[in-house]
T-cell receptor, first 114, second 116 residues
Framework: EAQVTQNPRYLITVTGKKLTVTCSQN?????MSWYRQDPGLGLRQIYY???????DKGDVPEGYKVSRKEKRNFPLILESPSPNQTSLYFC?????????????FGPGTRLTVT | AQSVTQLDSHVSVSEGTPVLLRCNYS??????LFWYVQHPNKGLQLLLK??????LVKGINGFEAEFKKSETSFHLTKPSAHMSDAAEYFC??????????????FGPGTSLSVIP
């Protein structure tokens, strides 16, 4: 089954404790992206990747890191989480560019930072 | 610069009545436009997309949207609401501001409630 998986689905952590949210897709997609969803703001892009070893900042990259060492995986790293990073996070992938192409979304990771 | 406005944060309709979710966009180039749906505690799923072909786009589950360039609108409609349509709906615009990347902007979302 074609899918995007994220782990963990739920995470409660404390300020400053490094964490990683994993994302994996089995569709051989080149493009991958991370979003955060906050009430009234829709989804905002954090980072995206156009291929292995090619990543770039989205609209809200502060406090986040990513890497793309393999085509299928695109982990999101919070080196020192803060309460304002409490949010719902989605990973997405797409065959080529996002323009005109459907993005396939993971189920989401709900992160709470206390 | 791109932007997306969803004119209603919440819409409530009775089952069997028409649905209209409004979206206006701003784009400097030739945009691609999408509607995604998010059911409670689920990821997002594509409903339909416009990519410069027919201006009336049909999607899944009986939804359709019409691209009106003169009005910079891409409203989502359905003739008859079903209880299973209750969800959050996002209008999305994408176009090529850079040569190698299509920037994607999500609207804030419209929550649709369907009353039995």
């Amino acid at each position: 089954e074609a899918q995007v998986t994220q782990n963990p689905r739920y995470l409660i952590t404390v300020t400053g404790k490094k964490l990683t949210v994993t994302c994996s897709q089995n569709m051989n997609h080149e493009y991958m992206s991370w979003y955060r969803q906050d009430p009234g703001l829709g989804l905002r892009q954090i980072y995206y990747s156009m291929n292995v070893e090619v990543t770039d900042k989205g609209d809200v990259p502060e406090g986040y890191k990513v890497s793309r060492k393999e085509k299928r995986n695109f982990p999101l790293i919070l080196e020192s989480p803060s309460p304002n990073q409490t949010s719902l996070y989605f990973c997405a992938s797409s065959t080529r560019g996002f323009g005109g192409n459907e993005q396939y979304f993971g189920p989401g990771t709900r992160l709470t930072v206390t | 610069a791109q932007s997306v406005t969803q004119l209603d944060s919440h819409v409530s309709v009775s089952e069997g009545t028409p649905v209209l979710l409004r979206c206006n966009y701003s784009s400097s180039y030739s945009p691609s436009l999408f509607w995604y749906v998010q059911h409670p505690n689920k990821g997002l799923q594509l409903l339909l997309k416009y990519t410069s072909a027919a201006t009336l786009v049909k999607g899944i589950n009986g939804f359709e949207a019409e691209f009106k360039k003169s009005e910079t609108s891409f409203h989502l409609t359905k003739p008859s609401a079903h209880m299973s349509d209750a969800a959050e709906y996002f209008c999305v615009v994408s176009d090529r501001e850079k040569t190698s990347y299509d920037k994607v902007i999500f609207g804030p979302g419209t929550s649709l409630s369907v009353i039995p």
